[in-house]
């Protein structure tokens, strides 16, 4: 019988320690729509951590290299 996997899910609280940040900073950026994407359920709001990790790869710069 094969398992069945499901995504992880995170609640505002647990997707800020995810991301080392604020819980004021991941709801300033869930009101502007600029931070990960979540979904609700009534009152749920949930975070799915693969959409942590695109956003994360999102933002990932590296320094360029001054001449």
Do not use: K
């Not at 609280?13 to 502007?32: E, G, H, K, N, P």
């Not at 979540?38 to 749920?44: E, I, L, M, P, T």
């Amino acid at each position: 019988m094969s398992q069945v996997s499901f995504p992880v899910q995170l609640s505002e609280r647990d997707a800020a320690v995810y991301l080392c940040i604020s819980l004021s900073t991941i709801r300033r950026w869930r009101r502007s729509n600029t931070g990960p994407a979540y979904y609700r359920f009534g009152d749920v709001l949930r975070y799915r951590q693969e959409g942590f990790d695109q956003f994360i790869s999102n933002n990932t710069h590296t320094a360029e290299p001054r001449g």
